[in-house]
């Protein structure tokens, strides 16, 4: 038994060391390792900042997950979305409920006092997504870093962010529009399931009924939680069996009927999104036990290496919040 698994293990290997290169590739001017002499604390600053955040309040991960998430879909990862403004990227709708600015800015001041102008707020964004994951039971990986930040963040821009409410088709061609893919978008559906409102889940579904593939015990539930005549600002767990751990049961939950937003739910209604779902929701976590937490991890890298700014484009901000 131990020669069979050695002889499947190698070919597995030397397929994801090819599909790290093949990565690697996409991230043009980035580089892991970029502040290695410019900033060597960088990465452990960051982490430092994001360990303490932690410890006071296990939610933020998400919430800084999310975050990064968010800025990488409008305009690139260039940390546009911290910029403050009454017509900024966060004041947008879309951004409503978005959260981990005060770590960002905490690990800035921290960097700016040991290495100023050197860092960029895109770039602890980034790392700050990695360390939340890893804090969370997660997988870790390496980072490519060298972003600058963007000088340009517009409330209207967001209108490109996935939307709860979006069908499959939607939802395909808005991660399609940043190179990515079904598995990319299938892969980050499961990235750190937060809270959502009970309105998202059916008093805004389209026939102002409920969410017809949601199954009927865990809808009862939902409609408990949530009465007909309430306000709909109840906030549920998005993955009601492990909320604020990092593993594969939001795709188990989908598979079930389970899905709490529309979007999450409508993986499950294509051949091909729901194919990469039920090869998440098995019983074991993937392929000897690693295979989400790979793919996962692959595609965080490919999503942070979306329409950055490199070289002489863009800035180095001082202050998080605001272009120089």
């Not at 549920?236 to 939950?253: C, E, V």
């Not at 790979?294 to 272009?323: L, N, P, Y």
Request: net charge neutral; proline share 5%; glycine share 8%.
């Amino acid at each position: 038994m131990k020669m069979e698994s050695s002889l499947w293990l190698v070919p597995l290997m030397i397929a994801l060391a090819a599909s790290w290169s093949s990565t690697a590739v996409v991230q043009g001017q980035l580089k892991n390792g970029f502040y290695s002499s410019s900033c060597p604390k960088a990465e452990a600053i960051v982490r430092s900042a994001v360990e303490s955040a932690f410890k006071d309040d296990p939610s933020i991960a998400p919430g800084l997950l999310r975050l990064h998430f968010h800025d990488c879909f409008v305009q690139g990862c260039d940390g546009s979305v911290l910029i403050s403004g009454p017509n900024a990227e966060r004041s947008a709708p879309q951004n409503l409920g978005i959260r981990g600015f005060e770590v960002i800015d905490a690990a800035k001041t921290q960097l700016e006092a040991s290495c100023p102008g050197v860092v960029s707020c895109a770039d602890i964004l980034a790392l700050a997504a990695r360390d939340s994951v890893d804090l969370s039971n997660g997988p870790s990986w390496a980072v490519p870093t060298g972003r600058r930040d963007g000088r340009v963040s517009s409330a209207s821009q967001a209108a490109v962010l996935p939307s709860p409410l979006d069908s499959i088709a939607a939802q395909r061609q808005k991660f399609a529009a940043k190179g990515l893919d079904d598995h990319d978008l299938v892969t980050l559906a499961g990235n750190f399931p937060s809270t959502s409102t009970i309105s998202s889940v059916f008093l805004d579904f389209p026939t102002g009924n409920a969410d017809p593939t949601i199954s009927q015990s865990f809808l009862a539930q939902l409609q408990t939680l949530c009465p007909r005549n309430g306000n709909g600002l109840k906030k549920i767990p998005l993955d009601r069996d492990s909320h604020g751990n990092f593993d594969t049961s939001f795709f188990k939950n989908v598979k079930a009927g389970n899905g709490v937003l529309e979007s999450d739910q409508r993986l499950w209604d294509d051949a091909n999104t729901r194919r990469i779902v039920e090869n998440y929701a098995g019983t074991i976590r993937g392929l000897f036990g690693f295979r989400f937490d790979f793919e996962f991890s692959k595609a965080m890298i490919k999503m942070s290496g979306v329409e950055v700014k490199t070289g002489r484009d863009g800035e180095i901000r001082k202050v998080c919040s605001r272009v120089n």
